[in-house]
């Protein structure tokens, strides 16, 4: 369920500067994201679970007083949009699975979301409070 995203980047150096590249760089550590080349080539991608790839997104959205990274976070934001199930928390999905379709098995819950037996029994007992 936390599967690591790989969003592609080309030409960013080329897009962006080295500059602007290297700030990117240090809040997407921050974030827990990897802004890295992809190998020698001059492409550039962007590498983690979404969620820290959204809150890289609007870090880069709040310092952006400039245009400088209007496409880095252009090409984010298409990109998580492709990724919106991965967006919402494990918890808050299940719930809505349930809330949608209350006949809904543990089995069928946990083979949608590949959760834990517990993980649908505790959402379970959340959705009907």
Not at 12 to 32: D, S
Not at 71 to 88: C, G, P, S, V, Y
């Amino acid at each position: 369920m936390h599967d690591d995203i790989s969003i592609p980047l080309p030409s960013l150096i080329h897009r962006i500067g080295r500059e602007a590249v290297k700030r990117a760089q240090a809040i997407a550590v921050q974030k827990g994201c990897e802004l890295k080349r992809v190998r020698r080539s001059r492409n550039w991608s962007i590498t983690g679970q979404a969620i820290a790839i959204q809150s890289c997104c609007g870090e880069l959205k709040a310092l952006s007083d400039t245009a400088e990274f209007t496409f880095l976070i252009k090409k984010i934001d298409t990109a998580l949009l492709q990724h919106a199930d991965k967006l919402e928390p494990l918890g808050a999905k299940l719930v809505r699975l349930i809330n949608q379709n209350p006949a809904i098995t543990l089995g069928e819950l946990m083979q949608q979301t590949q959760c834990s037996i517990s993980e649908a029994r505790l959402a379970r007992f959340e959705a009907e409070l």
